[in-house]
């Protein structure tokens, strides 16, 4: 009885992965020896996957009868959830508008700092660094099309 909430949660990651899967074929995998706009989501469509059929295997063969307490967040932990929330969609939003460079770095950094990278120097750092990497790995090495913002183009 314990186990069906978990396997129901399961089951449903196993849904949602195929359901994306499924969204992706009409993508192309490949353009003319590129990497298409369906490989990352299908990447990322399999890893979920195998981790959801992972979690129905791991739940199903549990012998815990226990009920399991799950802790909410507290007032402040909602309010990191919520920011992190927020610098997602405005990510997204603002992606094509200012570019990926600058929209990446500040992403990177408000992540950081809500997560706890209290000073700013360390903080500048990585996000500098990372959203470097990610545009030299994306743009430079794989070659994929990113927005680069009305200030760049």
């Known amino acids: 009885m314990t186990r069906r909430i978990p396997l129901f949660v399961a089951l449903a990651g196993v849904l949602v992965a195929l359901v994306y899967l499924a969204g992706d074929r009409s993508y192309p995998m490949m353009l003319h020896?590129?990497?298409?706009?369906?490989?990352?989501?299908?990447?990322?469509?399999?890893?979920?996957?195998?981790?959801?059929?992972?979690?129905?295997?791991?739940?199903?063969?549990?012998?815990?009868?226990?009920?399991?307490?799950?802790?909410?967040?507290?007032?402040?932990?909602?309010?990191?959830?919520?920011?992190?929330?927020?610098?997602?969609?405005?990510?997204i939003i603002l992606l094509p508008i200012v570019g990926d460079l600058v929209v990446s770095f500040l992403a990177i950094l408000i992540v950081l700092r809500t997560m706890g990278m209290a000073r700013w120097l360390p903080a500048l750092g990585v996000a500098l660094s990372m959203a470097l990497i990610f545009h030299v790995l994306f743009v430079n090495l794989l070659e994929v099309p990113l927005p680069q913002g009305v200030w760049f183009s």
């Open 33 to 91: 020896t590129q990497p298409g706009p369906g490989l990352f989501p299908a990447v990322i469509g399999v890893f979920t996957l195998c981790t959801a059929l992972w979690t129905v295997w791991e739940t199903a063969r549990s012998q815990n009868e226990e009920p399991v307490h799950i802790e909410w967040p507290d007032r402040p932990g909602w309010i990191r959830v919520s920011i992190v929330m927020a610098t997602s969609v405005g990510y």
